[in-house]
């Protein structure tokens, strides 16, 4: 039977109140101390920082339901890497989204622009992140686990770009194991699996340092002018300076780029005097990255230029919301898969994913939509989260869009209703004696991709995070969301 849709947590619940007050009190302080933090939205100061919410107790996962999306990250990679590669996939992809949706737009004009002009810098350099719910109440995926409900792993996306939280996703862990440790049972830290998020993403950077081949070179991260999310930037410079103290890593903004970039007759890419040999977005993914012309052109330079991009612009444009929903139509993971199992391996994890385009299925999803709108989730070209539109609010939104050029900017997904995991919420301002939450979790699998057309040099996994947020929020972003960190407790079966 598989009519259980909780999942057991790691230690028995509740926590005595005295015991409680306690473990949260010397954890938060644990968090601060570590670095598991973000910048205050409400009362910014570039001086201070808070702790990022965080679940006290890890969630629990099934051993053999973890490694198996572990396990595919490579094939994921290596599927997104030949889309990317692909111009005419891409452009039927995206050929109505960006008539109508001018960031897309934009991002295409670049792309089009150095394809035409000729790629000076074959080598792309993907740090991405798979994200996937376990959607529960599938009966096909047998739990060996009689505690554990039957659960398969769905993706909820795809993130090419400023893949977030290489840091925040060990420290999660790392608050979590002190947790398990201040209750005295250290024999449950052994659940807890490696995550080596941050070396991983670091070292990706550096083979494309290497590659790039010039030793005086530099490390450009491009950053928003406010970094709230400031330690899952930094701890990437810190560790990238503790491998490599020979190596500088600088960080700015699109628009000092547009003032102080320069490529010479031989592409080279210098910012304030400093070859760059590898660029790092951790902004150009929103269109308020760009307030101006100036930041479409500073791009623009840097895509033209022989730096090694992370990522190029065709991994931007792969990892769009429309490039995925198209790669769940058939035949389309089969193009570029050849062989099947890994095609099997990648379409099990797909929901319905429909677009909105003025044609027959269109019409169907927006029929359906209006329907149900509760077991959809409606979604724009956007990253970043908090863009997304969901149960009852669909209905008003399509109402309004249906016979509008914008619809074919948007996706359908079907929604993911994941397992519920019981545990303590810690947050800042929060109580020192919170109340047990009902939560659902949202796992993060980080990857290395390196490669240019022909070849595919370097392609792995590198490690995890997770997510959790209160079971009836919509979004669970940690910086823009409801979310909190979180990380998985293996069980076995
Ligand atoms: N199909 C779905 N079912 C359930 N929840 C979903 C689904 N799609 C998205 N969500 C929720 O909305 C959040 C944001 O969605 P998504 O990841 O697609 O947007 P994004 O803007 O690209 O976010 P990110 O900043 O994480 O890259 C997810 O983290 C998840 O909590
Ligand atoms: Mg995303």
């Known amino acids: 039977m598989c009519s259980v849709s909780v999942t057991p947590t790691c230690v028995p619940l509740p926590l005595p109140d005295q015991q409680l007050k306690d473990l949260v009190r010397k954890t938060r302080d644990w968090a601060i101390l570590h670095g598991a933090s973000m910048r205050s939205r409400r009362n910014f100061s570039e001086d201070s920082i808070q702790f990022a919410p965080f679940n006290l107790f890890p969630s629990t996962f099934l051993k053999k339901d973890f490694q198996k999306v572990v396990d595919v990250q490579a094939t994921f990679q290596e599927l997104i890497h030949k889309v990317a590669h692909d111009g005419e996939f891409l452009r039927k992809c995206l050929k109505d989204t960006i008539q109508v949706d001018e960031f897309t737009g934009n991002l295409f004009k670049i792309y089009e622009t150095v394809q035409k002009e000729g790629i000076v810098q074959p080598l792309n350099l993907g740090l991405f992140r798979c994200d996937y719910m376990l959607e529960s109440g599938n009966a096909k995926n047998q739990s060996s686990h009689e505690n554990y409900p039957c659960c398969c792993w769905k993706q909820v996306e795809y993130n090419t770009i400023a893949s977030g939280f290489g840091w925040l996703g060990p420290i999660s862990a790392a608050i979590q194991r002190y947790a398990l440790q201040e209750l005295g049972d250290l024999k449950r830290l052994e659940n807890l699996p490696e995550n080596n998020a941050l070396d991983g993403l670091c070292e990706g950077m550096l083979e494309a340092w290497k590659a790039y081949g010039n030793p005086e ?105 429309k490039v995925q929903q198209e790669l769940s139509k058939p035949g389309a993971v089969e193009y570029f898969l050849k062989d099947t199992n890994k095609v099997n391996a990648v379409r099990e994890l797909f929901v319905g994913l429909y677009g909105l385009d003025f044609d027959e299925s ?18 724009p070209q956007r990253e970043g989260g908090g863009n997304n539109i969901y149960g009852t609010d669909i209905k008003d939104a399509i109402l309004n869009m249906k016979d509008k050029m914008e619809r074919t900017a948007w996706i359908l997904m079907e929604r993911i209703f994941p397992p519920i995991t019981r545990g303590y919420l810690i947050r800042p301002g929060g109580s020192n004696l919170p109340p047990i939450s009902e939560m659902v979790s949202e796992m993060g699998i980080f990857g290395v991709i390196f490669g240019d057309s022909e070849n ?38």
């Open 362 to 379: 269109g019409d169907q999803a927006i029929e359906m939509a209006l329907r149900n709108p509760e077991r959809y989730v409606l979604k």
């Open 217 to 321: 070179a530099i490390i450009l991260f491009i950053i928003e002018n406010i970094s709230y999310n400031i330690a899952d930037q930094r701890f990437h410079e810190f560790r990238l300076r503790e491998l490599r103290p020979d190596i500088k890593v600088v960080r700015k903004t699109l628009t000092e780029i547009s003032d102080r970039g320069r490529i010479s007759s031989t592409k080279t890419f210098t910012i304030d005097e400093d070859e760059v040999a590898v660029v790092y977005f951790r902004a150009g993914y929103e269109p308020n990255h760009y307030p101006s012309k100036a930041e479409w052109d500073a791009r623009l330079l840097i895509e033209r230029s022989k730096a090694i991009k992370c990522p190029t612009i065709q991994y931007h444009l792969a990892g769009t919301k």
């Open 456 to 493: 595919i040099l370097v392609n792995r996994q590198v490690g995890h995070m997770l997510r959790t947020k209160t079971s009836t929020a919509n979004e669970g972003g940690v910086a823009a969301g409801d979310g909190a960190l979180d990380s998985p407790y293996l069980l076995d079966c």
